[in-house]
């Protein structure tokens, strides 16, 4: 069955090189749809897999663990799989009418797919070096993307993006360099046993490194700068699928390593994570509320709630890590479809600057209906999926009398709330300075249905998962059982045949 692992990352990449073949002509953009929706049928496929046969193991190159490229697909990663195809697909129909020619032309959709292939990498090695490789493919690709147009201000959020992740890089490899003289090995599942015979001083310098490397990719405080610098500088759909899964992709490295590798000092690395994941909620929404441009609040939220996902982790309880797997899953659909909105409120209203756009309500009402569900989804309004995701964080605080944690949590959720209303007053309730009257029915069909349909998508989720949220957590428990007791993937892997 390794078929099943290999698909999710060979069709992005077959599909930027054919996407950049035909780059100048119309059959590009449809290439990179087709394709999206292939990695969705796949991904699924590989989703039901993983729930039937449980961890799903291959080795490539004809090399047996712990020597070979492993790929390793347990529930986690299977779903951060699927929902990486998803939001690939809401992004590339959107991007049917968000990117001009000339991006087109400037290899838009082939950078895109490049990128989706260094997320689904991410999600699914086994080693850490090739974990280090499949960055480095999103950090080129993504580049490329923040770029594309040459303007001032995406060069200049483009060298701070690129400067403090090639510091996460050093850091990185300087970790991997030490744990594997350490210990001989960088498969992850070999790691899990070698790191026990380590020096545990050492072995905390170690983490600790790692820690800064991940959490510059997850942009945790006080490393997050480069994040509000430039998510608001490129094309919306770059916007979008950056704000997804970018930061998300480092969250899921922490939650694996601080999991299965560094869980031999729960009380000194968790403490520091415990410490990041408070400040990195609080600085994050005192910067939403300090920003009057829809990208901006919406970056700085981002930095926001990777600390509720942190806080899981830090925790490092069962319903904590519960609860870190579903905010995982529901952020990345929640803010990827806030920064797409944004996008639309932009093509009819003329900006994203709450100064100069408003009477969207009134006007546009189909539009605010779909801000409104993953805004209120991101505040924690019951009966969203938010809503639950914060519900779990905080009671597994409150469950090891973490009160100020738990009292921090609740904060920022009440100051989300305040940045919400703020888009929804200016944005959608005041009227436009200019007497305009934006509406959706201004769009061509094409464009509309285009810039709609993938928002409307993701909003339905959103509500699909807050009204009917027993399956995704009974998901979300069997996935952090696995985190917690990882007896599956590690057997799973050791002894997976050659490919």
């Known amino acids: 069955m390794s078929w099943v692992l290999v698909l999710p990352l060979t069709i992005p990449f077959v599909t930027a090189i054919f996407a950049f073949l035909f780059r100048e002509q119309s059959a590009g953009r449809w290439i990179s749809v087709a394709g999206s929706a292939a990695l969705v049928a796949a991904s699924l496929v590989l989703l039901v897999q993983t729930i039937d046969a449980g961890v799903l ?15 390793v697909a347990d529930l986690l990663s299977a779903a951060m799989a699927v929902i990486t195809a998803i939001i ?45 490789v499949w ?11 923040l770029i594309l147009g040459g303007k001032p201000e995406q060069i200049d959020g483009g060298v701070k993006y690129v400067a403090l992740n090639l510091i996460s890089t050093i ?38 490194a790692f820690m800064v490397a991940f959490g510059v990719k997850a942009a945790l405080f006080p490393l997050f700068f480069w994040l509000p610098a430039s998510y608001h500088t490129p094309h919306f759909a770059v916007s979008a699928v950056f704000a997804g899964l970018l930061t998300k992709v480092g969250v899921y490295a922490l939650i694996r390593m601080f999991t299965l590798v560094f869980d031999h000092d729960i009380g000194f690395t968790h403490e520091i994570l415990l410490w990041i994941a408070g400040l990195t909620m609080a600085i994050g929404v005192l910067g939403a509320a300090a920003q009057n441009d829809i990208r901006k609040i919406l970056s700085f939220h981002i930095v926001s709630q990777i ?76 009966p969203l999926s938010g809503f639950w995701a914060k519900f779990i964080v905080v009671k597994a605080a409150l469950d090891v009398q973490g009160w100020v944690i738990a009292a921090v949590a609740l904060v920022v ?38 810039l709609v349909l993938p928002v409307a998508g993701l909003a339905l989720m959103t509500v699909v998962i807050g009204l009917v949220p027993g399956g995704f957590m009974s998901f979300a428990e069997t996935a952090a059982n696995q985190l917690l007791v990882p007896d599956a993937y590690i057997s799973t892997v050791l002894e997976a045949r050659v490919e």
């Open 57 to 71: 193991a291959a080795q490539m190159g004809s090399w047996a663990a712990p020597f070979g490229v492993t790929l």
């Open 88 to 132: 690939a697909l809401a992004v590339s129909v959107y991007a049917l009418a968000d990117i001009d020619a000339d991006a087109e032309r400037a290899g838009y959709h082939a950078l895109f797919n490049v990128l989706i292939a260094g997320v689904m990498g991410a999600f699914l090695t086994g080693d850490l070096f090739n974990l280090y």
């Open 135 to 145: 960055f480095e493919v999103m950090l080129i690709a993504s580049f490329g993307l």
């Open 171 to 208: 850091l990185f490899l300087t970790g991997i360099g030490l744990l594997y003289g350490m210990t001989g090995t960088l498969n992850m599942a070999d790691l899990a046993g070698a790191v026990e015979s380590a020096d545990p001083g050492l072995l905390s310098v170690v983490a600790v």
């Open 307 to 382: 600390g509720y996902m942190v806080l899981g982790l830090a925790l490092m309880t069962p319903l904590a890590l519960v609860g870190a797997v579903f905010y995982l899953i529901h952020h990345i659909i929640v803010k990827a479809n806030l920064f797409l909105i944004a996008g639309v409120a932009d093509r009819i209203a003329g900006d994203t600057d709450l100064s100069r756009i408003g009477g969207l309500y009134k006007s546009a009402p189909f539009l605010a209906v779909l801000f409104f569900i993953p805004a209120f989804s991101l505040a924690g309004f019951p």
């Open 413 to 450: 959720g009440l100051l989300t709330i305040y940045s919400m209303t703020k888009i929804w007053a200016e944005a959608f309730w005041t009227p436009h300075p200019d007497g305009v009257d934006p509406s959706l029915a201004t769009l061509a069909p094409a464009t509309r249905n285009a």
